[in-house]
């Protein structure tokens, strides 16, 4: 069960950002912040080596006494982050990586939605609805 | 007071145990400050200490040195209870006070005249020492000072045998007898003496560690934990002086387990903590010093981990995270001075996490502060503290020292003592200790590419600094980091730093922040609550009416008192006035101004549009809206014109349109005009007035800008789909002339070719100073253009007329001829220019262009015939023949031929005595062709084409003027032939009436000729004369052959065929000829005609021409 779950378009601004604690969700979007140093890091080296194009799942970000933070950077360079509580033993690399998919297939259905404009922040209930299941592993 | 004597920080690490061990030398016997020589001595030991240098640090024991007691030996451990773990003076101790080695100098040569003497104050002065040194096994050496150098070793038998007596006076090993010679190269002495120095104390350490090793036998395990980890640690600091760094690491992490072995209970609790913390220190930097960065990181997690949950005492929790604190920040610092040792470190691995979580602490601690001590006020009494500084042990508390039995302690004590600790940590300032850690963890994100974590520690930062009241040094790191929050539109994080920056701004009555903030703070992104907004937005009305604006009720009295002292002296001053520039920040009210056409001419208004869009949920009002426009040069501001029918306050989400109207300036003409700013000027300029200045212009950096049009609009003016042009150029204005060209298209080579410029003046003013201007679009030489039908001599454009006025719809006609000597296709540029005759004169022009092509009237073709007509190939010498000259007229126009004439030019000359044109005053129609033919004859042999003049034509089209064509005619080659021959006969004859046919045959060479004559006999003549004969003819003469003819037959008959041979001998004998029989039949197909035409027999007795007359014929032989 991941704790937040953060897309971040191209330009680096928040597109979609949900939290299971309300309360906390500032706090979550300075680690996303923090995390985007290390995507960043990840993406200007990635186009040096032979990495595989076709991995898009950057791995664990980097770790906080409380959390774990992993990456996901879509083709068109949006960015998906993964918040996992570090006492969570139950998901591993796997999960993260199903997540991910499942984060960017909703991602995908949200962008070909018609009322939807690219580029701004999404808003939609269904979308949050479908998040927030990816979330709690109830889909 | 009694708390001025106890350590602030008991968390700090003692300095000897952060200081790099190195072996301690003892110097004595240096009188560095009355002996210069001793001075230079001891300088060039101790200072300019290089990493190259042997790991050793000097120190100079004065004569009077006490160095520390011996303690007594201990036989057996059996009955020693350890009352703590680590002695404070232990370290201090062999790392600064007990040397290694003790060298002793001394002022002494070999040579020296009072040698006896001398040796005996040296060796008392090396017992003396040694006396000191009693029960240590530190080295003793002597080193002699002597001014002579040194010989080579075993060629000076007295220094030999003088060091042995030294020796033995001194009771000293011959080894440890050193002689350093004063003169050159000091410093190369200096370093061998100190490597021997140093490989004297490795052993003196060697042997130390060894004697503590011995003691382990001695130790049990039940009562000697202490004593346990005590001489690891030992072991662990000998070994580091010895320079040994892997047997003092093996040594520190016994240390380190035997510590953690040890049952933690309430009496030990820190001083396990305090322990573990420094062998933990020495660890890590060992392993970094090892090159096992990995090691000491997980060392150091595994350490914090063990230790972190032990929080002690609940009452002295801050002490707790206080040496959590400290752990992580000197965690940082070795790792740092690894990574500047040249160590690669990582983004997700690099000193400034550790400070990061240094400061995390530091913040906890301080929290735990405000909780437990908030309460204490008074110190207790009597001071429990109270000698702190001569503790015995680390990590005691002064109030129970070195209780190590489980009893419980008394609690009337351990209270006195705890609300002390407590008192005490209430005086520290730990925002300046966590604000320290956050500058250190700040710059070593920055070194490591992490620009947002940074962002987040500098606001952590400017947290920290409004805690500890320094509202403008946080209103400041605020106001800095919003840019990067603003540009990558992380709202709820900006909004959460506005809502801080702006009460800094209120707390420090910094009001053009405040303003600025405020601006910002009630635009529809900053996502806080309306009642916020509303308090905003209100203190921002009172504001600009001067009235101090009121605080967060939120905030405690005290400081917001502060803050109103502070606001008041701001509105002293009679009006306020702020220029603020909003293009940074994402403002509640958003413009855009764009030119509605990209060229304005200069007689016309220039149009800007301006929306002005609020999104603040409460209304405002301006007081003005201006634009200022940037030209080339200078600004000029123009207020917006259509007031009338809108007013300047705004509701939320209204948007506005307004329109600034003036006139191009006409200095301005072919340069770009901007949109500078668009300012809004809020409250009014007697009270407070703010001058909101949006400069920046560029389109909005969203995704996809064409996608906006999608977006679902409510207002009537689409705000967000303006496209703005904020450029526009000032052109000069279009002229409502009319200009017609009236001209005969194509023009013809060389003639001057006349073109009517009509104007007719369609403007609704008069018109002045009118100038046309004629120039060819681009300059071809060979094209003339003038006023006049002749040679103007200028290259440039000319000027056509310098009319005065010419009034609404006046005409104006002028002329101007060009003139081309080249065919081709050009562009002639009519430029008008003049002065519009209105309220305000402007300048206008027009330019126009004529396109014109040059053709050729004629083309010359030339024929060239023999007398018979017909064509030849080639001319000889003497002959004549005809110059045919053909006129092909190619122009669309008819043209008349005036003359024509013709000039030979040598050899050439005419065969006839006066030329005569035979197309004088013809007129020819396109496609008609017009042919004249003059004899001509050569003179001279040539072998290539020969000129044979040039060809003068006069000719003009109709209502034209004159033009003189010329051309060189070519001709052809000229051959030499030594015969010529020539008929002469009567142009017709009658049938049987004779007639005479000469043949006259000219020798032109200096040679006789030989020639078979033979004529042929036909059936249309009967004929009298030599049928076949030879002739003689002589150098330079003619000869003339006669026939008498009779026709027979009527019509075009063919005469008698003449025909020459060479003789045939003469074939034979003159092998050379002159002149062979090829040549002699062409002659006679050239020369002479073959028919003539017979009449029938006139009636009657008609007059004969003379030569057809009987005549009597003559034979010349």
């Known amino acids: ?139 | 007071m009694m708390q001025s004597n106890i350590n602030p920080n008991a968390t700090d690490f003692p300095t000897e145990l952060c200081a790099k061990p190195q072996a301690l030398v003892g110097i004595s016997g240096l009188d560095i400050l009355n002996n210069a020589i001793h001075k230079s001595i001891w300088d060039t030991f101790s200072s300019n200490r290089r990493v190259e240098r042997a790991p050793v640090v000097f120190k100079l024991i004065g004569n009077a040195h006490e160095f520390p007691v011996v303690k007594p030996k201990r036989s057996s451990y059996d009955w020693y209870i350890p009352k703590g773990i680590l002695k404070k003076n232990w370290l201090h101790k062999h790392l600064f006070e007990i040397p290694a080695v003790t060298v002793i100098f001394y002022d002494l040569d070999w040579s020296d005249p009072q040698w006896n003497e001398k040796m005996i104050e040296c060796a008392s002065r090396v017992q003396s020492m040694r006396a000191a040194l009693e029960g240590r096994a530190c080295k003793l050496t002597v080193v002699l000072i002597q001014n002579s150098l040194p010989l080579p070793a075993g060629e000076d038998a007295l220094a030999a045998e003088r060091a042995v007596a030294l020796c033995s006076s001194c009771e000293l090993n011959s080894q440890s007898l050193f002689v350093l010679p004063h003169g050159d190269h000091l410093q190369g002495y200096a370093v061998r003496l100190e490597t021997a120095f140093y490989e004297f104390a490795q052993t003196y350490y060697h042997n130390e560690a060894k004697h503590v090793k011995s003691h382990k036998d001695h130790l049990n395990k039940n009562s000697h934990q202490y004593l346990f980890v005590r001489h690891q640690f030992k072991l662990g600091i000998l070994y580091e002086l010895k320079q040994d760094i892997h047997s003092s690491h093996k040594h520190y992490t016994h240390a380190y387990n035997n510590l953690l072995e040890i049952r933690i209970v309430d009496t030990n609790a820190l001083e396990i903590r305090t322990i573990a913390g420094f062998i933990n220190y020495k660890l890590c930097r060992l392993l970094f010093a090892l090159n096992l960065p990995r090691d000491a990181i997980s060392q150091f997690k595994s350490h914090i981990d063990r230790f972190k949950s032990r929080l002690g005492f609940q009452e002295l929790s801050f002490e707790h995270y206080a040496w959590l604190s400290k752990q992580y920040s000197v965690f940082g610092d070795i790792f740092d001075e690894a990574v500047k040792l040249g160590l690669p470190a990582v983004q997700t691995q690099h000193p400034g996490l550790y400070y990061q979580q240094g400061a995390h602490y530091a913040t906890m601690r301080k929290k735990s502060c405000q909780e437990l001590c908030s309460s204490v006020t008074t110190y207790p009494q009597p001071d429990p503290l109270e000698g702190a500084i001569h503790m015995e042990f680390f990590g005691q508390r002064p109030w129970r020292p070195g209780k190590i039995s489980a009893e419980p302690p008394d609690p009337h004590l351990e209270s006195n003592g705890i609300q002390a600790m407590q008192f005490l940590e209430r005086q520290v300032n730990h925002s300046n200790l966590i604000i320290a850690l956050y500058g250190l963890a700040i710059t070593q994100y920055k070194t490591y590419r992490c620009p947002r974590t940074r962002r987040h520690l500098v606001l952590q930062m400017a947290d920290e600094y409004y805690d500890s009241k320094d509202y403008g040094k946080a209103l400041t790191l605020y106001t800095h980091m919003l840019w990067d929050f603003r540009s990558e539109k992380w709202w709820s994080i900006l909004s959460q730093i506005l809502e801080k920056a702006i009460r800094c701004a209120y707390l420090t009555a910094n009001i053009q922040d405040y303003v600025l903030l405020a601006i910002e703070f009630l635009g529809t992104d900053v996502c806080v609550s309306l009642d916020e907004k509303r308090r905003v937005y209100e203190n921002l009305i009172r504001i600009l009416k001067k009235q101090i604006p009121f605080g967060n009720t939120k905030l405690p009295q005290d400081i917001l008192q502060g803050a109103i002292i502070l606001w008041q002296p701001v509105f002293t001053e009679k009006s306020l006035s702020f220029s603020l520039d909003m293009g940074n920040i994402v403002s509640c009210i958003a413009t855009k101004g764009r030119f509605m056409k990209t060229a304005y001419e200069v007689d016309q208004n220039v149009t800007i549009e301006v929306y002005i869009r609020s999104t603040c949920p409460f209304p405002l009002t301006f007081s003005k809206v201006s634009v200022t426009v940037n030209t080339q040069g200078y600004s000029s501001e123009f207020a917006v014109t259509n007031l009338e029918n809108i007013s300047l306050s705004f509701h939320k989400d209204e948007v506005k349109r307004f329109l600034v109207v003036f006139m191009a300036d006409s200095n301005d003409i072919n340069k770009e005009i901007q949109i500078g700013s668009i300012n809004l000027l809020l409250g009014n300029p007697q009270e407070c007035c703010l001058d909101l200045k949006y400069t920046s212009l560029n389109e909005t950096n969203g995704n996809h800008i064409e996608l906006t049009h999608f977006k679902y609009s409510l207002d009537k003016l689409d705000f967000d789909n303006i496209q703005l042009l904020p450029k526009a150029t000032v052109v000069p204005r279009e002229s409502k002339l009319r200009v017609e060209f009236d001209h005969e298209d194509p023009a013809l080579l060389g003639e001057w070719y006349k073109i009517k410029v009509g104007v007719v003046n369609e403007e609704m003013f008069g018109i002045t100073d009118l100038k046309i201007e004629v120039g060819l679009e681009e300059e071809i030489a060979d094209v003339e253009i003038s006023l006049r039908p002749e040679p103007s001599h200028t290259r440039e454009g000319i000027v056509l007329t310098n009319v005065d006025t010419l009034e609404h719809g006046e005409e104006l006609d002028s002329f101007f001829f060009i003139r081309s000597s080249l065919v081709c296709k050009f562009n002639l540029q009519v430029k008008l220019a003049y002065t519009l005759n209105r309220e305000k004169p402007v300048f206008s022009s027009k330019t126009e262009i004529v396109a014109l092509s040059v053709v050729e009237p004629f083309e010359v073709s030339t024929k060239y015939l023999s007398l018979l007509m017909n064509e030849i190939d080639k001319f000889y010498v003497g002959e004549e023949f005809g110059v045919m000259k053909y006129l092909m007229f190619t122009s669309p126009w008819s043209i008349i031929i005036e003359d024509t004439s013709f000039e030979y030019t040598n050899p050439l000359r005419p065969a006839e005595k006066a030329y005569n044109s035979q197309l004088v005053e013809k007129t020819f129609n396109t496609g008609e062709i017009g042919a004249e033919i003059h004899l001509a004859a050569c003179d001279k042999s040539c072998e290539h084409n020969l000129t044979i003049g040039q060809y003068s034509i006069r000719w003009r089209r109709k209502n034209g003027y004159t033009t003189s064509t010329n051309l060189h005619i070519t001709g052809l080659s000229c051959d030499w032939i030594p015969l010529g021959i020539k008929l002469r006969v009567p142009a017709h004859g009658f049938v049987r009436t004779p007639m005479i046919l000469s043949y006259l045959i000219e020798n032109r060479s200096t040679d006789l000729i030989q020639l078979e004559v033979s004529m042929e006999a036909s059936e249309a003549f009967m004929f009298a004369g030599y049928k076949q004969f030879v002739i003689s003819i002589l150098p330079k003469s003619v000869r003339t052959l006669q026939y008498n003819l009779n026709p027979l037959i009527a019509g075009n008959v063919a005469y008698p065929k003449l025909s020459l041979k060479l003789p045939e001998n003469a074939v034979e004998d003159k092998v050379p000829s002159i002149i062979d029989q090829e040549e002699l039949n062409l002659l006679i197909q050239r020369s002479l005609s073959t028919h003539i035409y017979v009449m029938p027999q006139a009636k009657g007795q008609p007059k004969l021409p003379t030569v057809i007359s009987p005549k009597k014929i003559m034979f010349v032989s």
């Open chain 1, 1 to 139: 069960m991941a704790v937040c779950v953060g897309i971040i378009g191209k330009d680096n601004s928040p597109k979609f950002f949900t939290c299971l604690n309300p309360a906390e969700e500032l706090n979550f979007q300075y680690k996303v912040l923090s995390a985007l140093d290390v995507v960043e890091e990840k993406l200007n080296c990635g186009s040096k080596g032979a990495t595989d194009l076709r991995e898009l799942y950057l791995g664990m970000l980097y770790t906080l006494e409380t959390h774990k933070i992993y990456g996901y950077v879509t083709n068109t360079k949006i960015k998906f982050i993964i918040v996992v509580d570090s006492t969570n033993m139950a998901l591993r690399d796997n999960e993260i990586r199903s997540m991910f998919r499942k984060i960017h297939s909703e991602y995908a259905d949200i962008v070909c939605n018609p009322f939807y404009i690219p580029g701004e922040p999404i808003c939609s209930k269904s979308f949050t609805g479908s998040i927030k299941n990816i979330m709690t592993g109830t889909v």
